[in-house]
């Protein structure tokens, strides 16, 4: 194991408990035991005092490389004992652990977020499942205001709603992804609190954006009722945090002061350097790229307006290998699920929840957002259905899939192809010798 993914305790130094709830867990991924009783694992320590969990995450999820960065366990942590570095949780204060266990509770690597009756229950009746989640009804929406269309991303139909939640009072901030002055393509977290912070974070990013860091920020000035926007592991480990059955003031706040959830699209994200492999491709200095879509395709929106295209194939070499571990493409676990796919300029839209269809619906009978059917373009409808089977085609659950140190030793690192075409892909069987032709 390489240096930069060791954690910071030595071999030899998980205490006895810890190793025992490990072999415990490590026998239910190997034993065909349910999914949905994985979590059996940890649970049965609560009533025994706990243990320390964060070395159990560590030596399963992020020395592993299995990691999706998406946070939940540092948000949630009451005691401070994690830091955030390099995309993933950083084991910074071991001593501080207080045993309460939630930090593995809300991994979303750990465990499927799962398909229950609390879950199903939660979808807005008529629900239904067209193939990328269970949702209410779906339509093409954006903002009916010029410069949010211009400055978000496919008719800034997300920056339309948080600006109308957070000026009408449903909302009092929102969990987004800016990025850095001197760096416009590389993520980082903000809460937002007004129309020119939402603003500020208008637009897409391909690049991995750590967005949930923003949810201390929220507890610690007490900001509600809080909107989080972002890809689908983080939404999947935000919608872990609300429904914990780990009864502490940390999961409690999720449960209370959450109110509404919209998810990204997301087939990968790409890695940092992605962005100076991409400067070349397309034969410009990285810091003038100003804007990245995907559409089939790269496209480029430079800093004088220029816009220029390039083949997604040859992009893909850099997407962020964590994304192996999701297999969520449509954010299915959100109040509201929004892509940029079918029509130009407009965001195919699905609302999932009732929270969901509430904020939409207000922003839209305010004059703040306008839509078109899904039967305007049914492409939409199937890409959705087509990236969402994608991700899911021929792959186990995530806690049982290949390590990092596995997938280098394949020397197979592209998540969109591993389970398709690469190491992961099933066998072909060979036609019978009378078939052939």
């Not at 689908?232 to 999720?254: A, F, H, K, N, R």
Request: with cysteine; hydrophobic share 35%.
């Amino acid at each position: 194991m390489s240096d930069d993914t060791m954690s910071n305790n030595g071999p030899g130094d998980i205490d006895p408990k810890t190793e025992a709830v490990l072999a415990r867990y490590r026998s239910y991924l190997q034993d065909d035991v349910d999914p949905r009783e994985w979590p059996y694992a940890w649970r049965t320590e609560i009533n025994r005092g706990g243990f320390r969990a964060v070395d159990f995450l560590m030596d399963e999820i992020v020395d592993t490389g299995k990691c999706i960065g998406c946070a939940s366990c540092l948000t949630i942590c009451p005691a401070d004992v994690f830091d955030y570095a390099d995309e993933k949780p950083v084991n910074a204060r071991p001593e501080a652990c207080v045993f309460c266990v939630l930090c593995v509770e809300v991994c979303p690597v750990l465990r499927p977020v799962d398909d229950n009756a609390r879950t199903r229950a939660r979808f807005r009746a008529p629900a239904k499942d067209d193939g990328y989640g269970f949702y209410s009804y779906g339509v093409y929406a954006r903002a009916t205001d010029p410069e949010l269309v211009t400055r978000g991303q496919d008719g800034g139909m997300t920056s339309a709603l948080l600006i109308h939640g957070l000026e009408t009072g449903r909302l009092g901030g929102a969990v987004l992804g800016d990025v850095f002055p001197d760096a416009k393509q590389i993520g980082r977290h903000r809460l937002a609190m007004n129309r020119q912070d939402v603003l500020e974070c208008a637009a897409s990013r391909y690049t991995y954006s750590p967005n949930t860091l923003a949810l201390q920020e929220a507890m610690r000035q007490d900001v509600k009722p809080l909107a989080v926007v972002g890809v689908p592991c983080q939404i999947d480990g935000v919608w872990l945090q609300q429904t914990s059955s780990i009864q502490l003031e940390m999961s409690q706040w999720y449960k209370e002061n959450i109110a509404l959830t919209v998810g990204l699209f997301c087939s990968e994200s790409f890695t940092h350097e992605s962005i100076e492999r991409l400067a070349e491709i397309v034969e410009v200095e990285p810091h003038r790229i100003d804007n990245i879509n995907i559409k089939g395709k790269v496209v480029v929106r430079l800093d004088d307006g220029e816009v220029l295209t390039t083949s997604l194939r040859k992009y893909r070499e850099w997407a962020r290998p964590a994304c192996l571990y999701c297999l969520d493409y449509g954010a299915e676990n959100a109040d509201i699920g929004a892509g940029g796919i079918g029509m130009d300029d407009w965001t195919m839209t699905v609302i999932r929840t009732d929270a969901g269809h509430e904020a939409f619906q207000a922003a839209i009978d305010d004059g703040k957002i306008e839509t078109r059917p899904l039967e305007d373009e049914p492409k939409g409808e199937f890409l959705a259905n087509k990236l969402s089977m994608d991700k899911r085609k021929n792959r186990p659950l995530p806690a049982q899939m290949p390590t990092y140190q596995e997938r280098l030793a394949l020397d197979y690192l592209d998540p969109k192809t591993f389970y398709t075409k690469g190491p992961g892909a099933p066998a072909v069987e060979a036609a019978p010798e009378g078939d052939k032709k």
